[in-house]
């Protein structure tokens, strides 16, 4: 019954895996959009964190998780003479290889982790019945590959302890592999390793050559990490002689941005019980109360992991909820589920509403018509100067397909409607007689949520505004949770609109010439 459940729960992960939802700009910015603004020449945007005069974000991670498929992706498609490789075709072959890596690499850790066959089962199926499963770790976050990273060096702490005859030579050069790509891929991933890490030191006395082999491999790691960051960084032709001389080294930029409180208000600054009261129910669910129902004998290895993590990570005062994704699997893997048939039931039926939930508005309807709206205009026919996009998430350039060269993308973010509608003014054409503006200039498009009112008045050619929206394309399946106005407009009303009115649409925007002559 439990393996017909598990594949069951592995097809519901490839459906949200296949669905265009967009939980976070950074599952673009911080690794795709580089990556293959490199590997395909397309145009990409990069954000400051690849730009500043000392970079905080490796691209060594990248070409590990995205450089290669990439790479051999373009390979099979030129040879087999299908021509250049659309955005379209990396992105959805990305999503499939996370998805991938999800399901063999995450469930195999935890089989290595739980040592009874029935806890085994139990968290198997809790981790693949989680939206936490199905959304951010089948999207291309680096918070989704520290989570395969910190359950696999568990796996290999785990089996260099077990071993009380040999040094362990492989797992503990797979190890400072590990240590080493895992940190430079966030900074957050030494945190769930400090405390596991100590569970080697007997193992160190017994079998000095561990540790050896762990340093080793650790520091030429760390070396080809600079060199691949110097050579991305540094222009000009790379010589081995601008690592020693002028090193890149991300993580010590990364942490030295981190611990200057100034540069964290910029992103958000939260109490420091964050994680542990708002950020991991949010991602548990009814899960955060099997903690209640914990017993010492209970207490493993990934637990201690995940709990010392989180308490670490509450350090510092920017804390996002996807920060905890590495604790949420091995957190799933430790908890017992309630004994009482009544109470199990009841919690079964609560955690199942949860994830259907958050899985549909998460992994469905989150800005999700951010993705197909950029695929759409990547192929238009028509002449596009500017697309502006307006209470959403910025959208990822390189899906345009080399259109970017001629269309400027503008991120209004959420600017006031009156400042928003200055801003696309701005680049249309003056009106200078009665007639009607030529057909054949390039289009201006403001790309917004359906649930957005205030361009109402503009969509009705009555009003006589100054400016004038035509319908061009909408895609329903997308959500606005940033364009709440609760406090305003009241709960029942906010989601009416919100809700009622989902969708994300493209707009041609004319300028109204006859309501400017009047």
Known sequence: MWRRTYFLLILVRIYFALSPSYLHPDENFQGPEVVAGRVFSYPVHKTWEFTSAHPIRSTFPLWLAYGWPMYMLRWLWEGFGYGEVSPSLVYWTLRVLMLSLSVVLEDWAIQELVHSQRARRVALLLIASSYVTWTFQTHT???????????????????????????????????????????????????????????LLPHFRRKPFSLVFIALFALLTAFIAISVDTAFYTPGEFTFSKVFHHPVVTPLNNFIYNS?????????????????????????GPATALFFLLRRSRISMPLVSALSGIALLSIFPH??????????????????????????????????????????????????????????????????????WWKTY???????????????????????????????????????????????????????????????????????????????????????LDDMDIPEDGFWKTMGRVVGDRGLTVWRVTRDCWSEQQ
């Open 141 to 199: 976050f680096s918070n989704s590959l520290e989570t395969l990273v910190v359950s696999w060096s568990l796996v290999l702490i785990q089996r260099i302890v077990q071993d009380k005859k040999r040094s362990g030579v492989l797992a503990s050069s797979l190890l400072g592999f590990f240590i080493v790509a895992g940190t430079f891929n966030r900074i957050t991933f030494p945190a769930f390793l400090v405390v596991p890490s100590f569970s």
């Open 260 to 284: 200057n409180s100034t540069n964290l208000a910029q992103h958000g600054l939260h109490p420091r019980y964050q994680h542990f009261l708002v950020n991991l129910p949010q991602l548990l």
């Open 319 to 388: 804390q996002e909820a996807r920060f905890l994704l590495p604790a949420v699997p091995l957190i799933l893997a430790s908890v017992p589920l309630p004994i009482s048939k009544i109470q199990r039931k009841f919690w079964i039926s609560a955690w199942i509403l949860f994830n259907v939930a958050l899985g549909i508005i998460m992994g469905i309807y989150h800005q999700g018509g951010i993705v197909p709206v950029q695929m759409q205009l990547a192929k238009t026919d028509e002449t596009v100067s500017h697309a502006f």
């Open 394 to 480: 910025i959208p990822p350039t390189w899906l345009l397909n080399g259109k970017n060269e001629e269309l400027k993308t503008i991120d209004l973010m959420g600017m006031p409607g009156d400042e928003m509608i200055e801003e696309v003014s701005a680049v249309l054409p003056t009106c200078r007689t009665r007639r009607p503006p030529r057909l054949d200039r390039a289009a201006v498009y403001l790309i917004a949520p359906q649930s957005a009112y205030f361009l109402l008045p503009y969509q009705d050619s009555t009003k006589h505004k100054n400016i004038s929206l035509e319908h061009v394309w909408s895609y329903k399946r997308h959500l606005n």
